[in-house]
Nanobody
């Protein structure tokens, strides 16, 4: 059974940091392009970051470039999203997703397996 489980969300003050984790079970995440998406209340789900499996190349939305970093740990079968210099507009439910392809896309349709999401709230 393929499963993705996110963790690491929470409440943080503006300017703070969080690291989200996405643990895979039932399949090896290293074989798939892995993405992070987020959805704020009343807004569409948007692509935040992605890491390919073919060459490890990464993609970041303009709104998070320079602040967020995506990475993999093959031993732990986990993908991470390090989020620094957080802003109130980063508040959302964050989802990780696995694609059947080895390359990245910012489109949610590119990804077939999703986690349940973890809430990130940036507020003073």
């Amino acid at each position: 059974q393929f499963q993705l489980v996110e963790s690491g969300g929470g409440l943080v003050q503006p300017g703070g940091s969080l690291r989200l984790s996405c643990a895979g079970s039932g399949f090896t995440l290293d074989y798939y392009a892995m993405g992070w998406f987020r959805q704020a209340p009343g807004k569409e789900r948007e692509g935040v970051s992605c890491i390919s499996s073919s060459d490890g190349s990464t993609y970041y939305a303009d709104s998070v470039k320079g602040r967020f970093t995506i990475s993999r740990d093959a031993v732990k079968n986990t993908v991470y999203l390090q989020m620094n210099s957080l802003k109130s507009e980063d508040t959302a439910v964050y989802y990780c997703a696995a694609s059947g392809w080895d390359y990245c896309s910012g489109s949610a349709a590119h990804f077939g397996s999703w986690g349940q999401g973890t809430q990130v709230t940036v507020s003073s």
